[in-house]
């Protein structure tokens, strides 16, 4: 069974940026389209980006477009999320998922992911 392990997370100032990492143990996620959830605390968990098993095509959420780059290296079986002028509204715990599947867009509701990570914190100061 595969793990998703976040990490990244931590505390920046607003306009700062962070890179977080989600690495999978236990098998390959050459055949999983993947994407980033995140959770604010009393907030639905929210899309934040998806992209293909093979980088072909990437989703992101309206709150992070333009800020915010997904991207795998599947020879290092890892995803990872650039954010950019973070914003006091971005703090929140942050998830990898994955699902299986070898669609040409990458989905973008929750429900459609089998797998998730434990999450990593994002706290974002103004």
């Known amino acids: 069974q595969v793990q998703l392990i976040e990490s990244g997370g931590g505390l920046v100032q607003a306009g700062g940026s962070l890179r977080l990492s989600c690495a999978a143990s236990g098998g390959t996620l050459r055949s999983y389209a993947m994407a980033w959830f995140r959770q604010a605390p009393e907030k639905e968990r929210e899309f934040v980006a998806a992209i293909t098993w093979n980088g072909g095509s990437t989703n992101y959420g309206n709150s992070v477009k333009g800020r915010c780059t997904i991207s795998r290296d599947n020879t290092k079986n890892t995803m990872f999320l650039q954010m950019n002028s973070l914003k006091p509204e971005d703090t929140a715990d942050y998830y990898c998922?994955?699902?299986?599947?070898?669609?040409?867009?990458?989905?973008?509701?929750?429900?459609?992911?089998?797998?998730w990570g434990q999450g990593t914190q994002v706290t974002v100061s103004s």
């Open positions: 998922a994955a699902r299986g599947g070898f669609e040409p867009l990458a989905p973008t509701r929750r429900d459609e992911y089998v797998l």
